[in-house]
């Protein structure tokens, strides 16, 4: 899904995630509140990692729960490929317990979300790694 790939500024956000139901929720929710950031999905990690590696996103959004290969599995890929291991990855998960995040950090995760957010949550954390996005009048 595209939200503004007119924008000499596109930034590029790829959201991992299996739910078909986030998939669409989560890239309108950005599309609505904020221009300049393409959001790209696959719904399983193998997807994500091929798509991740075309498309050079500027941040990923990681679900902790992928069917075939193992969210940390596809964590520990992406920091682990030179092209790819400086992209921000926030962990987008129902479980953000302290054992979690300290095995996600280190692995290399940057931050995460706790599963269900607000739209200003995941517009922060955009913010937060990919400066300031245009906001919608």
Request: aromatic share 8%.
């Amino acid at each position: 899904m595209t939200t503004d790939s007119n924008s000499a500024q596109t930034r590029k956000v790829l959201y991992i995630e299996d739910d078909p139901g986030l998939t669409m929720f989560v890239p309108f929710m950005i599309s609505r509140y904020m221009e300049g950031i393409e959001v790209l999905t696959a719904d399983n990690g193998i997807a994500g990692l091929e798509l991740a590696a075309r498309s050079r996103p500027d941040l990923i959004f990681l679900d902790n729960v992928l069917p075939g290969m193992d969210s940390l599995e596809v964590l520990r890929s992406l920091k682990n490929d030179p092209d790819l291991s400086g992209v921000p990855v926030v962990m987008f998960s129902g479980d953000i317990s302290p054992r979690f995040k300290q095995r996600c950090r280190e692995l290399g995760a940057d931050d995460f979300l706790l599963k269900p957010c607000g739209y200003q949550e995941l517009i922060d954390k955009i913010n937060k790694f990919i400066g300031q996005a245009d906001q919608p009048m």
